[in-house]
Nanobody, 117 residues
Framework: DVQLQASGGGLVQPGGSLKLSCAAS????????MSWVRQAPGKVPEWVSE????????NYADSVKGRFTVSRDNAKNTLYLQMNNLKREDTAVYHC??????????WGKGTLVTVSS
């Protein structure tokens, strides 16, 4: 079974940083592009970023461009999201997903990021 487990969330002050991780199992990780998606309370899910299967190509939502960096370690079957200069509007549950912006087919259990002073 496909399993995706995000971790690394927590409470951070505005302007702070966090690094999320997503452990993948149950499929050949290196064959798939991967994405991060977030859902703020009371809002629809928002795609955040994607990375190609080999890690060479990345793409970001305008709302996080220049602040977030997606990466992956195919040897460890792990996806990452480095989040810098966090803003209150970044508060959400962050999920990793198999697939890119077009074609996500599995979401994992998310991790909560709260940006507050």
């Amino acid at each position: 079974d496909v399993q995706l487990q995000a971790s690394g969330g927590g409470l951070v002050q505005p302007g702070g940083s966090l690094k999320l991780s997503c452990a993948a199992s149950g499929f050949t990780f290196s064959f798939y592009g991967m994405s991060w998606v977030r859902q703020a309370p009371g809002k629809v899910p928002e795609w955040v970023s994607e990375v190609s299967a080999g890690g060479g190509r990345t793409n970001y939502a305008d709302s996080v461009k220049g602040r977030f960096t997606v990466s992956r370690d195919n040897a460890k079957n792990t996806l990452y999201l480095q989040m810098n200069n966090l803003k209150r509007e970044d508060t959400a549950v962050y999920h990793c997903a198999r697939g890119g912006l077009i074609g996500m087919d599995y979401w994992g259990k998310g991790t909560l990021v709260t940006v507050s002073s």
